[in-house]
């Protein structure tokens, strides 16, 4: 099979390797569709990597069930399945495990698809079979593998905030995970600002169902914000997706008091005024990623309102176009890749 790694230093390579055989609890994946992600250029960009420290990139993988462990239940899967993956695993006794949050397994967590384990950037994944989420027959592989990251994250972060559908979400950046984040709000039936710098994000903004968006290289978006509600207030809730100091102090300050800011930008920092917290009684979360749990709810959410999640991605390639691919990404000369598959 074909696997792209990432060397580090901006290198990458296509590789071939023999296809991969389950373990006895364990399932190998025919990849359909496998998404790229803005936090792949820090991985790509990191330091050099070599022999035990490389794995498979992709952590958005989406696919069919191909081969079966041996200890593995006809309940839990079968081949010919339509299957996502929740790209994590861990001790899978603890707390966070038993819940879901395998991400957060404080002794034995490995993250598929970009530090510690093999990803979806290949003709083959195998991975552990409770990893995995039935595809709706509704949805396509490629909105399966949005959902496995990008998407899913949008989704953790709109329930992070409890939004509902009489509130008004201000929505900090749009990329990817920013223009999920709009069109999730807007199904939730929430009222929804989008704020980017670049207009062609912001147009993509305005299609996925924002009802106003604010350039915000053009405009100060904590006063634009504040225009666009109740007596100059603010938005109830912000959710903040770009990972900008900045931005994140702007997605506090545009919130009404009593509002609730949540930060889903992973990197940097969070510099906030004592008064925005304390005096005007904000609330501000992170979101990290989503549990299994919720995942599957993502999914089933998109299904049954017909969401079309498939077009935020702007490009698709072929595993041997890797090498441009990541730095079309780079560059910004592309929206969201996804790597298909016959």
Excluded at 22 to 30: H, K, S, T, Y
Excluded at 47 to 73: D, Q
Aim: charged residues 25%; proline residues 4%; negative net charge.
């Amino acid at each position: 099979m074909k696997a792209v790694y990432f060397l580090g230093e901006g290198e990458l390579e296509v590789r071939e390797l023999p296809d991969p055989a389950p373990g006895p609890d364990e399932v190998v994946l025919r990849m359909k569709a496998s998404g790229m992600c803005g936090s792949d250029i820090n991985h790509l960009r990191g330091p050099k990597r070599t022999g035990s420290e490389l794995v498979i990139e992709g952590h958005e993988p989406c696919g069919v069930v191909e081969l079966v462990g041996e200890a593995v239940r006809p309940s839990e899967a079968k081949v010919g399945d339509r299957v996502m993956v929740h790209h994590y695993d861990g001790c899978r006794t603890c707390q966070y495990c038993r819940s879901g949050w395998t991400q957060f397994c404080p002794t034995g967590r490995t993250v598929y698809g970009g530090l510690d384990g093999d990803g979806g950037h290949a003709d083959f994944m195998k991975v552990p079979a409770h990893a995995l989420i039935r595809l709706p027959d509704s949805l396509s592989f490629k909105t399966g593998a949005a959902i496995s990251c990008g998407t899913g994250t949008a989704f953790g972060a709109i329930k992070r905030v409890v939004l509902s559908a009489d509130e008004t979400v201000a929505v900090f950046g749009q990329g990817p995970v920013g223009l999920s984040v709009t069109m999730l709000a807007k199904a939730f039936g929430a009222r929804v600002i989008a704020v980017d710098v670049e207009p062609s994000r912001l147009e993509m903004a305005a299609k996925f169902g924002a009802d106003h968006v604010i350039n915000a290289a053009e405009r100060d978006p904590v006063v634009a914000v504040r225009e666009l509600t109740r007596n100059r207030e603010g938005a109830d809730k912000s959710i903040e997706c770009s990972a900008n100091t900045a931005v994140r102090t702007q997605a506090v300050q545009a919130l009404r008091r009593w509002g609730t800011a949540c930060m889903v930008g992973v990197f940097g920092k969070i510099e906030l005024d004592s008064e925005e917290v304390i005096q005007l009684q904000k609330t501000v979360v992170g979101s990290l990623t989503f549990s299994k749990n919720l995942q599957e709810e993502c999914a089933l959410f998109v299904a049954e309102r017909g969401l079309d999640v498939e077009s935020l991605f702007t490009d698709e390639f072929r595993l041997d176009e890797a090498e441009r691919a990541y730095e079309l990404f780079e560059r910004r000369e592309i929206g969201k890749g996804v790597f298909i598959f016959d």
